[in-house]
C-alpha cells in the first residue's frame, strides 16, 4: 500500500471514530434507534408542521432512557456537533427544533399517565396532545393543554401554553407541579417547588435551555362534557362579529368559556386575495351551556359551523393529527384588552397585506391574524405571580397575545415573506401603540415567545422575559450549563 494510500484510509478512519452519530450509537442501550437519510424513519421524524422548519441532520437519535440522552449530549458536547430536540414538530422557526447535525427524536418519551390518587398527569417529554386527550377521554380527568391537539406537550408547555382551559386554570406552565430533565452534563434530575425551585422557575418559559425534559407532571383538573364549535362568516360580518368578540371580552366573566377570534386572508380564486373574513372558535368546559351564552355570536349568520354539545373533550379536540405542508412564518405581538376599532385596524393590514402578496404574484396562501380574548384573571389563576416563572414577566395587568400566520408554497420566496411578515408586524404594533393597548415593555410588557418570530428583524428574548426574569434565567443557565452545551441547539437562546 502507498503512503498517500495510508494516510487517507487513516484520515477516513478517524472521520468515522469522530462521527457523532458513530460514537452514538455505540453506546445507546438495546431499545433505542439511529436512522440515517432517506429511511422512513428518518423521514418520519423530522417531520414538521410547516415543511419550512425542516433540516436534513446527519442522524436521528431515538433515546429510549435518560441515560440515552445523556450518551447524546456529551458525544454533542465533546465533537461540538449541532443537534436539535424535537418535541411535536410545531415550531415555526427553523432550527429551533431541527439541525443539520444530530436530531434528537423523543418519539419513545410518549405517553400520559394518571394518578387519581396524586391528582396529577405525568406526560412524556416527546407526547403530542392528542394521545394526552385520548388516554384521558372517559376518565373524568384532563390537563391544561393544546387548543390544537397536534402540537407538542414540550414546547406547547416550555413557552408558557395558552389552552381552553386559561380562563380557568391560567397557562399550561402554571399547572406544572414537577419537570424530569437530563442536564447539560448527562445527569438526570428534577425540578418542582421543592426541588431546584431556581430551575423550575426557569424551566417554566425557557424552552431547551437547560437541558432535555423527560417527563412533565402536571395537576390533573376534572372534565365533565363540553360545547363547542367553530363558526366562520362571510367577509361582510367583519364589524359585527368584532363587536361581539369585544363584548365577549368585556362582560363575560364565566372562566369555563372561551373564544378564539381569527382574522384571515385568503385566495378569492380569482389570483386575488379576498377581503378578510372572520372566524371564531367559541368553546364552553362544562355540561350545560348557561343561558344567553355566545348569543352575540349565534345572532351573526355563520357561512359554516361545527357548533355541538354536549360533547367529550376528546371529540371538540378533534383527531387532527395533520401537517400543515405549507412554507411559513409566525410573528406575535401582546396588547391590552382590544377595542373594535384595533381589531379594524388588524382587517385593513390584512387586507393591504393580501393585495401586497395576494395579487398572483407571490404563493401565499394564508394571512392571519388570532384575537385571544381571555378574562383579566386569567394568568393569576393557581396563586400564580410574576415570581411563578420565567415567562411572563408580568401577570397583572392581563397581555393578550395574539398569533400572527403567513403562509405559503414557493421556498424561493422565502426572503420576501420574512420581510412582509415583518412590516405586517411593525404596522399592527404602531396601530396597536397608536391606540393606547401597548403595555411599555419597561413595566413589564411581553410578547410571547410560542408565537415570535426568529431572525435578525424577529423578537429577541428581552421582548418575552424582560430585563429582570432574563438575568435570572441567565445565572440559572450558568449554573446548570456552563459549558454551553445547550448552545448547540437552536431556539430562544438566553
Ligand atoms: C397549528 C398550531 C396551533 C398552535 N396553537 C397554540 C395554542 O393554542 N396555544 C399556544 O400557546 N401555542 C400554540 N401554538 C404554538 C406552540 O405552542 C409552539 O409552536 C410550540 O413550541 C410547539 O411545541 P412542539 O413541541 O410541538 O414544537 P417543537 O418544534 O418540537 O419544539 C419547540 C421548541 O421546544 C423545544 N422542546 C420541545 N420539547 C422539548 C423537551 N421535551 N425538552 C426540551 N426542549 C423541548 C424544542 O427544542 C424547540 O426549541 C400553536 C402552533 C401551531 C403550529
Ligand atoms: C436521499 O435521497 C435523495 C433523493 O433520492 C438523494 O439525492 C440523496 O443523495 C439521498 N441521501 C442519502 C444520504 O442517501
Ligand atoms: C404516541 O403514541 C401514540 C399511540 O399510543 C401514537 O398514536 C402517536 O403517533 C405517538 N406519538 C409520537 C410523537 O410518536
Ligand atoms: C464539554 O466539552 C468540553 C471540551 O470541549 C469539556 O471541557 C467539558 O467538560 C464538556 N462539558 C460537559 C458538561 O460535558
Ligand atoms: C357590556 O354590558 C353592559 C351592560 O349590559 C353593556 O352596557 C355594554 O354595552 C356591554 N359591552 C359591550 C362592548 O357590549
Ligand atoms: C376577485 O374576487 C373577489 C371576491 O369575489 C372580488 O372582490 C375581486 O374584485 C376579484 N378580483 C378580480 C381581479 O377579479
Ligand atoms: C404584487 O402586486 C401588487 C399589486 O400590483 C403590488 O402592490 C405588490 O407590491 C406586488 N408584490 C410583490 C411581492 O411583488
Ligand atoms: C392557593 O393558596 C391558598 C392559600 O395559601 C391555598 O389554600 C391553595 O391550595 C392554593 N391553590 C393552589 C392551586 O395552589
Known sequence: MKSSQVVTLLAAALRVASDPCTIISASLSADANVYYPNSTEYTLAIEHWLVSSIQQPQCV?????????????????ATKTPFAVKGGGHSSNIGFSSTTGVHISLAQFNYTKLDVSAGTVAIGGGTNWISVYTTLDGTGFN?????????????????????????????????????????????????????????????????????????????????????????????????????AVVAFEQNNTDTRAAVVHGITGLPAGNGSFAAPVPGVQLFYDGPTLPEGMFSDFFAIPTLTTTWAGPITFL????????????????????????????????????SAFGTSLGSGN??????????????????????????????????SP??????????????AEDAIMYAAIVQFQAHIVAKAQARGLIYPE?????????????????????????????????????????????????GWKV
Do not use: C
Request: glycine share 10%.
Open 362 to 395: 407571490t404563493s401565499a396562501v394564508y394571512l392571519s391574524v388570532a384575537i385571544e380574548p381571555f378574562i383579566s384573571t386569567a394568568l393569576r389563576n393557581n396563586n400564580a405571580t410574576s415570581r411563578s416563572s420565567a415567562y411572563p414577566p408580568v401577570r
Open 143 to 243: 390537563v391544561v393543554g393544546g387548543r390544537n391537539p397536534a402540537v407538542g406537550v414540550g414546547g406547547f408547555t416550555l413557552g408558557g401554553g395558552y389552552s381552553w382551559k386559561t380562563n380557568a386554570h391560567g397557562l399550561a406552565l402554571d399547572n406544572l407541579v414537577q419537570l424530569s430533565i437530563v442536564l447539560p452534563d448527562g445527569t438526570a434530575a428534577t425540578a418542582s417547588a421543592t426541588s431546584n425551585p431556581d430551575l423550575f422557575f426557569a424551566l417554566k418559559g425557557g424552552f431547551n435551555n437547560f437541558g432535555v425534559v423527560t417527563e412533565f407532571t402536571f395537576r390533573a383538573v376534572p372534565q365533565d362534557l363540553v360545547f363547542g364549535g367553530h363558526l366562520t362568516f362571510d367577509a361582510a360580518q367583519l364589524t359585527a362579529v368584532n363587536a
Open 315 to 350: 371529540e371538540w379536540s378533534g383527531t387532527d393529527g395533520s401537517v400543515s405542508g405549507l412554507r411559513g412564518f409566525f410573528h406575535a405581538f401582546s396588547t391590552l384588552p382590544h377595542t373594535t376599532e384595533f381589531l379594524q385596524d388588524v382587517a385593513d393590514e390584512v
Open 398 to 411: 392581563l397581555l393578550l397575545p395574539s398569533n400572527i400566520f403567513f403562509g405559503y408554497t414557493d421556498a
Open 442 to 490: 419597561s413595566q413589564g410588557g411581553s410578547t410571547y415567545s410560542n408565537y415570535a418570530l426568529a431572525g435578525p428583524d424577529g423578537a429577541h428574548v428581552l421582548d418575552f422575559y424582560g430585563p429582570a426574569h432574563l438575568a435570572q434565567l441567565r445565572s440559572v443557565r450558568s449554573k446548570f450549563d456552563p459549558d454551553h452545551v445547550m448552545s448547540l441547539t437552536g
Open 61 to 77: 437519535v431515538e433515546p429510549s432512557s435518560a441515560q440515552d440522552i445523556a450518551v447524546i449530549l456529551k458525544t454533542v458536547n
